[in-house]
Each structure stands twice: as C-alpha cells, then as structure tokens.
C-alpha cells in the first residue's frame, strides 16, 4: 500500500500538476457562474487569504501569501510576506467557454504596512464547482490553493 501511494505523489509530482489541476480530477469540473455570483468575501483553504471581491469590481485582498502574489517568481518581492493590498478584478475568457475571474493589484503591502514596489502583481483564478458536493458548491481554483465563498 506504501509503495501505491509512494508512486501516486511521484506521479503527481513529476507531473507537476498543480492543486487546481488536482481538483480538476477529483470531483470539479469548470464552471462558469454569472458574475454577481463572484461578489462576496472569500477565504483560503490551506491558506488565511482573505479576497473580497466586490460589486465594482473592485477587490481587497489580505492574509495573501507570496505564491498568490505572483506567478512569476522573478517578480515577486523579496519579503516573504503575508501581504495585503486592493485592485481591479474583471471576468474574463478561459478555456472551454468559461470565464475566469482576474485579479489585478493597485496596491501591495508587506506585514508592516510598507508599499511593495511592482506593478505586474495579479492572481488568475479557475472558477469551479464540486460535482461530489450536494450543494455543488463554488470554488475558485489556484495553482497552490483554492478559496470557498464565505458565509
């Protein structure tokens, strides 16, 4: 049994799938909500990340880990964070005739409130919902992570 699971993280791994890859294959499938039902306070699950995204399509992120920062790690800052900040999100075109909600910094800050320089700082999400979910409930996938609506 060792040596299954042993070859099944291998596999995993050596794929380089990601954890919204994962998910793609364990009961989630794409979905393409309507925007107002992007609207609300979400949070991380293997993370605090904190993303409100709001009716203006304006959005406050806090709790955010440096992985969520960037997926660039050539441009992310140098300080390990968590960091918080605020910018635009829009929905746009993904694969498979879904929409993908995008979110777009204006502003970054470390732990200790300084500005982070840069200005390329956003998160791409994949929008998702559970098929082994009675409630089929809604999920926005990152590569690291994935955030459940609050409430």
């Not at 390990?80 to 879904?98: A, I, L």
């Amino acid at each position: 049994m060792k040596r299954v699971v042993a070859l099944v993280v291998a596999l995993v791994l050596g794929a380089g799938c990601s954890l919204g890859d994962t998910f793609a294959d364990n009961g989630t499938v794409r979905a393409d909500p309507p925007e107002d039902e992007l609207v609300g306070v979400w949070t991380g699950y293997s993370s605090a990340a904190r993303y409100e995204l709001k009716a203006d399509h304006t959005f406050v992120a806090t709790a955010v880990p440096l992985v969520q920062l960037s997926s660039d790690p050539a441009a992310r800052p140098e300080n390990g964070g968590p960091f918080h900040g605020d910018g635009r999100w829009t929905y746009e075109p993904g694969p498979d005739n879904t929409r993908d909600p995008v979110l777009r910094y204006e502003h970054v800050y470390d732990q200790n409130d300084v500005p982070v320089p840069g200005t390329h700082f956003f998160l791409h999400t994949s929008t998702r919902t559970e098929t082994v979910s009675p409630d089929h409930r809604l999920i926005l996938s990152l590569t690291d992570d994935y955030l459940s609506k609050a409430g």
